[in-house]
């Protein structure tokens, strides 16, 4: 069951990954049916960093990073690493030295469901990684796992060539079959966040933007001038 | 029991509120008693933010934020949003167009026992948020809750008006009434804390400032002068 | 049990300690083995600090302090406090005005399996800090503890006179006597990783420069072009 | 602000409380508007226990349990015990002894936001706990808290004479004026259950008993007969 | 994206099915190449069930159960429930009644990535729940999600009708594709584990059973009669 | 630093062991000066074991049982298998088949900071397991460990030999020098707690039974009433 790599797969349109990291995850997550978040224990090792990139998928046993070193090769520019392991493990598996190397193959960067060390060498170096823990605690190399096989990272379903969206927010994957749906999708949607973030800074409120008042009115909302007058009548 | 909205309430007064702020979490929950501080999983999306005001509660149903949007109506300058779930949930349930909102009836920061997410715009327009966890997954717009009932936010019961005082090491809460009090003590502990630095800065230790020794030796402390001498004794 | 002070105790060779601190968590864990990592959860309350020290050992009652003004005056420059509490307990142990009578001590850090407040005067400061828990509630004066006997801090041993490394990838201990030793090793481990780095810089992969490929090979690692390729043979 | 001891406070009739203690957690906390849950991370001891009983409330420091010992005095038969730490503490404050204590006084159980020990003997002799952690490590007796003061329990706030019911599912805390009002919404709540249950034991479905389908077909919710038949339409 | 039902869809055969449920989750973890275990955070509500059935999967939003209702109509006998919530929850989606619900229609059990309560009734009628957590606090019920859409629960993807095998171990989920290939394997692996039993009983050891020896001492191990002798070696 | 195994340590003298398992952890730990007790996350697999023995200690690599196998061979009757992983993992490291060659060589049960699986089947044999999780996820066997070197388990050093004493509260590690001495004073305090126990039983108070009144009256502690009557005075 392990011991698989895949070297080739599909990738989407370059230019709509590139449109993707720009949009922001908190978009993209909304613009495909709030669908694809990644779990929120994922952070990034230093704030500002947002990216886009296919998803070379990487499955690891505790404590072995034998293959991360196998998907480097397979590895192109404009793809992002993903990394989990079969058990839950916290192990720092990725540092400097794999950033050199991914950085060369023109990779993005990392979301790993593990740790990651040699933070401050990989702050300076702008290389951003998304991980579930820092830890200085390296890994061996001596058991096999997969590369570009589907796997569950941090909650997910990714496949190989999937879109992969982190920023601060966290991450978020897009099928890769559905980038330029969830493109057009979150396009739409930030222009329609455009508009309301003008009538937001006029000072209207959400209530009267999305028309929240007549359905809170049927829901039964009351309101009362002062605890007082509501407890007089409660 | 819930569906709630009360729109008045008493606040402190605007200058002992700002002058909360400059005192500090720590300060403030000693000098009350060593009461009223929210749990520390409650964390600054950004480093630096210290802010205080009047509490404008929000209970909210998980995954939903409705009631955020009907907050916001009834929020006057100086205002600090402190928002439940009424069950543990981390979606993120504010971001960068709520803050907007916000921003413009001058409320000052938020402090919310659930998710946050659009960090990288809430820290650039410099709108601090407490969180427990930073998280893209948004929320809908569906149930019910309450504004300016009292709530329990991360441990501590807050009302409508208390103040909140909030910066990198936390976030306190200080019950309207006692808000002159609390200032007085803490801006006494604060002179006490002033001399002592300048005494620790002067080599002396809080052994003799704070007079410890002979407590410390009627307790049985005893000294060795190497692990030797201990274990030959002991 | 409790109560116990030990003045003196031997320490490494101060440019050994120094050495170490250029070093690096990372490195210096891999160079001893594989060990004396404190557990992940230890974090620095700002980026970039790197320090290395003699450990004065502090084991505390849970929610008391005392036994850390008891240890400031046993330090010396270029020591390093690492508390633990005899129960698991995350209040804020620790704050300025401890911080400033360390450093006229000359003291470098704190590691501490608790918490920590005033994070930011103690980044103003430049005080280093890795801690469990930034918790504004602090502690009371009242119970005794031990000062430099052994104890277990986030998972390791550690005894008065180890040398402490930290940074922010987390905190490793050395024992004393193993000073010049993993200090060789560790150097020897950088010459390799430095002659490594300039490798990867040039492209080449982990899988030729550590040898790899063999390995894999007899494990059983298949290559596909393509997941159709392998669910054809599968 | 500590250090103060209440002797004397309201019950709630002893008939609704027992009444209560029948319903079950779940059933009381729905008839009450879903409010009064103290959160799920306390569990029993051992199954099967199921009580009521008028709060007497224990505010403790962390690591010590001398105000448990005070809180003895004042309790009277049907009464629960209520703990808290002012700071997470997962120690062992409670166990055979005190448990033999509080049964002499009629005592019905404990709830206490902490650890407990001497699991084996409380099981034996029937005294239910409810607590956050099993922990042999005990506690001291050496520093002030408070008993009957109002507090936070497990994220409630809980009075002296608020009524305490707990089960296999839980705690949960109902105000003491207002145990006729939840008793009866809680019987009638049972009541309907009732009748709802023997419809589910003859196989209609919760859609047609609660008429659930107009307000899913309004809300959009679409039937395939097979995934390819929605794949085929969506 | 919600509001999905899917009625129907293909089971595997009973009789493989039923045998899976005598194997264990363990045994069948293995067989099946050490995948599909979900996270290890399930646990049954009452020791000893163990049960295997058709996966009918149902997507449902934070505190809302509306969709397990919905899915109570799709259920066949020998079905076992298993549910996701879209965001982390732990609310209490599923008691009694809903159990009475779906034993009526045959559904073997319930796997729920979220709360459970009525843990007293649901054991007296011996429904088993594997649950994140008991919590008495429900849900409400006016939020769409879906019925027998592909889904990740605790981890793993789950589709309709493949099987799931839950025990005291935990829930394990074979792709129903593989049923057969998964009880041939989990038969031979038994078979043999019978016979290495029957060899351990005999006191003989792992080393030799899996003929461990020779790769140890190809591995480097290396015996020392006392920790002295290791000492003056090393 | 791995592979190395000591077949020989000293042990306790038997008639102690044996006298420590009936005595409970939370005296023992008392009777100790409040130390060695491993931390609470250790559960054990089922209700009602209480055993002691000496210590086997096994450092593991992460999903590797390989030296569990290893250490079999060096146990004696009496003994207690201690695992620890070099990183944290809840791998299921152990079950039937290790369980069944452990008892055959007379060993008494298992303490690991990790996982165990089987665990209706050990539940149905007796074998008693405390562990950190369950988990039907197993391990393979591939990197090597060692067996009897000193090591720290669940936040407690432990040395080959070290007594072991584990029930419903925990797991505490006597060393084995202290056997005497510890049996002692448990014993001491056993007698004082029976002596104490009546005392309770018959109504006296741990207010005087422990002499806390005069304490208690020094440090403050005040008695109203009534709520009215504090808040009348304060």
Known sequence: MTGIVIREFER??????DALAGLGVATVHEAQGRTGLLKPYLRPIYPG??????????SVAPG??????????????????????????????????????????????????????????LTEMGFPVWSRAVNAQGTVKDTLGDVNLPLVCAGQPVNAGDIVVADDD??????????????????????REEANRARFQRGELGLDIYGM????????????????????KA
Do not use: K, W
């Open 12 to 17: 989407a349109p370059q230019d709509e990954i």
């Open 49 to 58: 960093a947002a990216i886009a990139g296919s998803a070379v998928t990487v």
């Open 64 to 121: 072995n990073n034998t293959m991360i070193h196998v998907a480097v090769e397979v590895c192109r520019p404009g793809d992002v690493l993903v990394v989990a392991p079969t058990s839950e493990c916290r192990d720092g598996y990725f540092g400097e030295l794999l950033a050199t190397s991914l950085r060369q193959r023109g990779v993005r960067g990392l979301v790993i469901d593990a740790g990651c060390r040699d933070v401050a060498p």
């Open 170 to 191: 966290g991450v978020v994957v897009v099928p890769r079959a559905r980038s330029s749906a969830v493109l057009a999708s979150a396009r739409a949607r930030l222009a």
């Open 213 to 232: 008042r007549p359905r809170l009115e049927a829901q039964g909302l009351v309101y009362y001038e002062t605890l007082s007058d509501y407890h007089g």
